[in-house]
């Protein structure tokens, strides 16, 4: 089976905090491919960053930071020094060979990102 | 600026007006999608279209009638609609090779609300 789960449905800081989303994907297949977009609410999805599954190097823009692993089939996302613009809902998505053969992403039902002046 | 444009970003319709939104995308991509993105529920691929193709079609009912004239273009035929219609419809593109895992670049979404 292919799912995505974000286990945090809203998470809520103060301005210049970090904040680490979760995303735990599963997949039997070896060859996939990882997501993460972001919502603001304006309602376009922004691609953030796609990572395959060969890749485990964490990776780094600017304040925005994802940390890869396999081991606990995880694609968490870092915030540091959070600002109010990053206030949105953020989504994970996977795409494995045999979904992408249909042309499609598994959704993570996302986690609202709020962050307070 | 979006490579993946939408119109009209907000509409309302009464259950009988026939509309349609429409998608266009500037990035040389050859597969749109169509998703449906309603309050408190996970996002639903609706249609996809490779190389004008309707390749996918998860189950829409015949009220929503998807339109590819060109791999450019993408309409959404809206007739009859219901007020559980009312939703965020969100256009997509990619670039479909022999590569898989593309990324998928979306638009800003047509708001629609059914009165």
Redesign the interface.
């Known amino acids: 089976a292919q799912k995505v789960t974000q286990a945090q449905t809203e998470i809520s800081v103060v301005e210049k905090e970090d904040v680490t989303l979760d995303c735990v994907y599963e997949t039997r297949d070896t060859?996939?491919?990882l997501?993460w977009?972001k919502q603001p609410p304006?309602?376009?999805?922004?691609?953030l960053i796609?990572r395959?599954s060969f890749d485990e190097q964490n990776e780094i823009s600017g304040r925005y930071s994802w940390n890869f692993q396999k081991s606990t089939s995880s694609f968490n996302f870092t915030i540091t020094a959070s600002q109010v613009v990053d206030s949105a809902v953020y989504?994970c998505a996977l795409?494995t060979?045999y979904m992408?053969?249909?042309?499609?992403?598994i959704?993570?039902?996302?986690t609202k990102l709020i962050i307070k002046p | 600026e979006?490579g993946v444009t939408q119109t009209p970003r907000h509409l309302v319709m009464g259950m009988t007006n026939k509309k349609s939104l429409k998608c266009e995308q500037h990035l040389g991509h050859n597969?749109m999608?169509w998703y449906k993105q309603s309050a408190k529920k996970?996002?639903e691929?609706m249609f996809?279209y490779?190389f004008k193709e309707q390749?996918?079609n998860n189950s829409v009912p015949s009220r929503f009638s998807p339109e590819c004239p060109n791999s450019s273009h993408l309409f959404l035929h809206l007739h009859t609609l219901q007020p559980e219609d009312s939703a965020?419809y969100?256009c997509?593109s990619?670039y479909?090779g022999q590569t898989?895992?593309n990324?998928?670049?979306?638009?800003?979404?047509s708001?629609l609300t059914v009165v």
């Open positions: 060859t996939y491919y997501f977009y304006s309602g376009e999805l922004v691609f796609r395959n989504f795409s060979r992408d053969s249909n042309y499609q992403l959704w993570g039902a996302g | 979006t597969a999608y996970p996002l691929l996809v490779n390749t996918e965020l969100l997509a990619t479909r898989s895992g990324t998928i670049y979306f638009g800003e979404g708001w």
